[in-house]
């Protein structure tokens, strides 16, 4: 994993041939932080090369000069929060621009002019816990789609309410749920997307620095 990392820009590919973008540098903090060999890799340059990708409105892209998307923005707090880091984040910028990714129909979205989908209850949300925002959107609007997104005969959770179920959205509309407190979940680690008890059993219950 730490041989993946550019050592001048501080970001990480996928593989030995793969391009290089913050979905690649979260997966590889991620990985190394659970096997507490973060020592391995440039944290300093890794930071760096995220808060490259801010953009005026307060989101993350992909990479630099790239859009926001709520999804590369988890990949770039969920980072930041391993790095401890989070502080470089312009909190109240960007829980606005996740904030307004929930439209009328109580769901979100991960970018401007887009349709809602279960998986950005997830993204958008997980993003908005790390930074302290998530009372910032309506939370019985989204649990409530959430909820019409399910097989109400054989389970699980499509995208929209009427779509076929997946095990990809069943289980970020379940992370989704557990980050709105939803009776009978496990609490979920926003920035692992693992359960809590799980993440302090391997870190301690004071894993990210400060």
Known sequence: IAGLQNR???TFAGDEWGEEDTRFLYASLNALSLLQQLELVDVNKAVDYIMSCAN???GYGVSPGAESHSGQIFTCLAALSIAGRIDVVNGDKLGRWLSER???AGGLNGRPE???DVCYSWW???SLTMIGRLHWIDAGKLTEFILKCQDPKDGGFADRPGDMVDVFHTNFGLAGLSLLGFPG???VDAVYCMPKKVIE???GPDHYKT
């Open 102 to 104: 929930q439209v009328d």
């Open 124 to 126: 958008v949300m997980s």
């Open 114 to 116: 887009k349709d809602e």
């Open 201 to 203: 059993r391997v870190l």
């Open 185 to 187: 979940l496990e609490e």
């Open 56 to 58: 005026f409105d307060g």
């Open 8 to 10: 001048k820009t501080g």
